[in-house]
């Protein structure tokens, strides 16, 4: 089988859709798939990581146009030239990975469908929304936006052109057939609601490399972190860490008001960009260890920390959730988005209410002041890691909606 993999960037870093795609691109190939992994910006020399086609200066000059009417990508001509780009004409199937980031027009949808299977898969609600990637309580995406409360929510807009985008999609997908994959059965449910619900839905979690993301010898990581080894280790970690969404307001919120017993010996450990802000105004020790791209070192930050703390307002499945629970540590988090599926309170960690943060340091320290019930919920973590997030469980569910894809095209 050929698999051509369609995102904006190649390679094993950047935001969480950039290093699930390119993990599972690599992953295809180890099981044998003859995978090609096509993008806007290649971060890897590798002959199986290709350039999608160029876009020219019309494309650019489009581009302008289109912004300031708040109609973001549909100026990308170049993916009108898909079906003469060689990958494309040898795959056997084609997956789209995500829809937005001046890489591909979904206008070209239907032209795609008409000449391979194609599989979309969800990073986020961009597919199914007028505009915005986390519409948070806005449902104006199932009946056809406009009149869009987060205009600025990424990615932003610069007019209300919401409902416009929306009939656009909606009558791209009506003209096309494929299947869609999430990685979370809450999005899977939010597909369904949505214009892309006379498509198949397959859930499909994502996965981690459980061999680099593994329980470690807690008090060698605090060493080579710069930790002290009788603190208590909070992880706050995100790319950015100044993101409202991740809710690093909500996080300091619960942080000040945590007991002073508790607070004297806790120690918040900052992994990701933008954290100084964060750093000042927290009323505790502070270890801010920026961002960290290489793996081993990230793996050694997850398994020297007690809990790893999830203020998010909103979450497809955090993938720096899934690496800190594969390392055994548990986590207290927002009952946000897909988060529960795997923050399970009484097994794997704390589920707070949304947006209360003083649900969310209730839960800090439940976790914080009782070491036997932190290591009880660290195996489970593990355990269900190892039980729905490996790679091969990541690979093989790829590679069967993609014989269902195929299969579909053969009986028309």
């Excluded at 691109?25 to 099981?31: I, N, V």
């Excluded at 009782?370 to 355990?383: F, K, L, S, T, V």
């Amino acid at each position: 089988m050929k698999a051509l993999l369609i995102h904006q960037r190649g390679g094993p870093h950047g935001s969480g859709g950039v290093i699930s795609t390119y993990g599972l691109h690599c992953g295809l190939r180890q099981a044998g798939i003859d995978s090609i992994l096509a993008c806007r910006m290649r971060d890897v020399q590798r002959d199986d990581v290709v350039e999608l086609p160029r876009a020219d200066r019309r494309e650019r000059w489009l581009g302008r146009l289109t912004w300031r009417l708040g109609l973001n990508d549909i100026h990308c001509l170049s993916t009108f030239k898909l079906p003469r780009f060689q990958p494309f004409l040898e795959a056997d199937v084609v997956n789209i990975h995500g829809w937005h980031s001046n890489f591909f027009s979904y206008l070209a949808l239907p032209k795609l469908a008409r000449a391979k299977p194609i599989v979309t898969s969800l990073h986020d609600l961009w597919n199914l929304t007028g505009h915005c990637a986390t519409p948070l309580d806005c449902q104006r995406w199932k009946t056809g936006c406009g009149r869009c409360p987060y205009l600025k929510v990424h990615p932003p807009v610069r007019r209300d052109a919401t409902r416009i985008a929306w009939k656009l999609k909606n009558r791209a997908c009506r003209r096309s057939d494929m299947i869609v994959t999430a990685p979370s059965r809450w999005l899977a449910r939010l597909a369904e609601e949505s214009m892309l619900g006379r498509f198949p839905i397959r859930c499909i979690p994502n996965a981690v490399d459980i061999e680099v993301y593994k329980p470690r010898d807690r008090r060698a990581c605090r060493a080579e972190a710069g930790l002290p080894d009788d603190a208590h280790v909070v992880l706050f970690a995100a790319a950015a860490l100044n993101n409202p969404l991740k809710g690093p307001d909500l996080l300091l919120e619960a942080i000040r008001n945590l007991p002073p017993d508790v607070k004297s010996k806790t120690v918040l450990l900052l992994l990701g960009d933008q954290g100084q802000a964060i750093a000042d105004a927290a009323d505790m020790p502070v270890v801010d260890a920026g961002f960290v791209g290489r793996e081993e070192r990230k793996a050694c930050c997850y398994a020297a920390a007690d809990v790893l703390v999830l203020p998010t307002r909103a979450d497809v499945q955090a993938r720096v959730l899934l690496e800190a629970m594969a390392c055994g540590t548990p986590c207290v988090a927002f009952d946000v988005g897909g988060v529960g599926e795997a923050v399970i309170t009484g097994r794997t960690g704390y589920l707070a209410k949304a947006e209360d943060a003083g649900d969310l340091r209730d839960g800090l320290v439940a976790l914080l002041t009782d070491p036997a019930r932190r290591a009880e919920y660290g195996a489970r973590c593990r355990r269900l890691v190892l039980d729905n997030h490996t790679m091969k469980h990541h690979v093989d569910g790829f590679i069967e909606v993609y014989r269902e894809a195929i299969d579909r095209r053969k009986a028309g």
